[in-house]
């Protein structure tokens, strides 16, 4: 009976190629809008890690006092100092924990003749890879062990196994970076989450991380810190020894915490360890912490910028305009069949079968709307790099999801449409129609 409605639809739609084309243009248009900023809005609002990112939290601690956390609404900073960031890792209050920054080293390439280039990284402990599940291809992290003893070790992405090694195996080879040799120990396997859900006090976007270090190997190597640097005042010392001892947020922390118990129990050792700071008189104000589970920091942290947000809801106005015009249009090409509709009441046709025909009939518009609002799409993200800023714009993927999310969407949408114009189409008095005709 299907393949009959289907014959039906089909031969309505060819009948009229002109309304079809207004009513399927309609749709494409709608639907493509609404789908090119969703997929934008979905990359940035998106739980990059969602199977325990109610687990993962951000320790914050107010270095600066009263003063600078009445700028910013009474928050303390996003990063904290190197003292900090040691009194907290070796406290261990958490199931995995890490402090990190970010380094972008100079690494020598892999062919001669080739200019040393730098690549992005950070410089974690080695309870990072099991803490945001890091993937590898070829080997492993590098132990606790490998940490306390300054191991001159490295993590590296696969794109940059690809570039300096063909994409073979180099555990256990060497990598030159800022002129120092460290030894391979893992490959991960495509990591490259987005947001940059692990440091995005520093960066939310853009670049993934081609390298990674120990904490401590890379604070001996004094691998200069290429994310955010805030200090109360100025450092005592030059160089990279003053920005070890000094008040300076510049590190950032996340932690494990597997229970509701253990976040309360953390909560409680920082507000502690804040206190007994300032009974020691490095400060002279209350604690003002803050521990907030990765949804709420990245909520806090506004990754997803509000352009998108408000160019979601602006693209989904128009989807319920462009539907609205698809509705009249539907309305006025059914009712000019009254006399069809009529003919097959006449004949025996239930409401039920005129209802299903004329459903069928939408759903083919709406799928025939949305191939041409895939294109559409493809279209929007071209020219949503003119929009949007570079690192945000370049989000916007047409992968197997989104097309068939469109294509959903488009058959939806235009059932929905036309459940009022196939309403009236029952309507229709077989008897009037006849007598009419």
């Known amino acids: 009976m299907f393949g009959y409605y289907l014959d039906l639809a089909l031969r309505s739609l060819r009948r009229n190629p002109a309304l079809t084309g207004l009513m399927v243009l309609a749709i494409a248009f709608g639907v493509g809008a609404s789908m090119t900023t969703y997929s934008v809005f979905r990359a940035v609002s998106g739980d990059p890690i969602p199977w325990k990112s109610s687990r993962l939290f951000v320790p914050q601690i107010d270095l600066f006092g009263p003063t600078a956390a009445a700028k910013t609404s009474n928050e303390p900073q996003d990063l904290v100092s ?11 209050r958490a199931h995995f924990q890490s ?48 940490d306390a003893a300054h191991a001159k070790v490295a993590v590296i992405s696969s794109r940059l196994n690809d570039r300096q090694f063909k994409g073979e195996d180099s555990t256990g080879r060497e ?40 904490f401590a190997t890379a604070i001996d190597a004094q691998s200069t810190n290429t994310g955010n640097y805030n200090c109360a005042r100025s450092p005592l010392e030059e160089g990279f020894s003053g920005t070890l001892t000094a008040e300076c947020a510049w590190i950032a922390v996340m932690v494990q915490l597997d229970s509701a118990a253990d976040a309360t129990a953390y909560r409680q050792w920082l507000d502690g360890y804040t206190d007994g700071q300032r009974q020691a008189g490095r400060f002279s104000w209350a604690s003002n912490n803050r521990l907030r589970n990765l949804p709420a920091w990245l909520d806090f942290k506004q990754v997803a910028p509000p352009d998108t947000k408000v160019s979601l809801l602006v693209a989904l106005g128009l989807l319920v ?18 006399g069809e509709i009529g003919v097959r009441r006449a004949l025996g046709a239930s409401r039920l079968q005129i209802a299903v025909q004329f459903t069928v009939e939408a759903a083919v518009l709406g799928f025939t709307g949305g191939l041409l609002g895939v294109a559409m799409t493809w279209i929007g993200m071209t020219a949503m790099r003119a929009v949007l800023p570079e690192d945000i714009a370049a989000l916007a993927r ?18 929905v449409a036309g459940l009022y114009p196939t309403l009236r189409a029952t309507w229709v008095r077989p008897a009037l129609q006849l007598k009419s005709n």
């Open 82 to 92: 190197y003292k900090d960031a040691l009194a907290i890792t070796r406290a261990h």
């Open 175 to 214: 990598i030159i970076l800022d002129g120092k040799p460290y030894r391979i120990v893992g490959v991960l396997d495509h990591f490259t989450p987005e947001p940059l859900f692990y440091d995005v006090a520093n960066r939310n976007f853009g670049e993934p991380d081609d390298v990674f270090l120990p």
């Open 99 to 146: 402090a990190m920054y970010n380094i972008a080293p100079s690494i020598d390439p892999a062919s001669p003749g080739s200019r040393p280039r730098e690549v992005m990284g950070h410089a974690v402990q080695s309870e990072f890879f099991p803490m945001v599940d890091a993937p590898f291809v070829y080997g492993h992290a590098w132990s606790a062990d490998e």
């Open 398 to 415: 047409m992968d197997g999801s989104l097309l068939s999310l469109t294509l959903c969407m488009a058959v939806l949408a235009t059932v």
């Open 321 to 338: 305009v462009c539907m609205v015009n698809t509705i009249g249009l539907m309305l006025a090409k059914f009712m000019r069949r009254s």
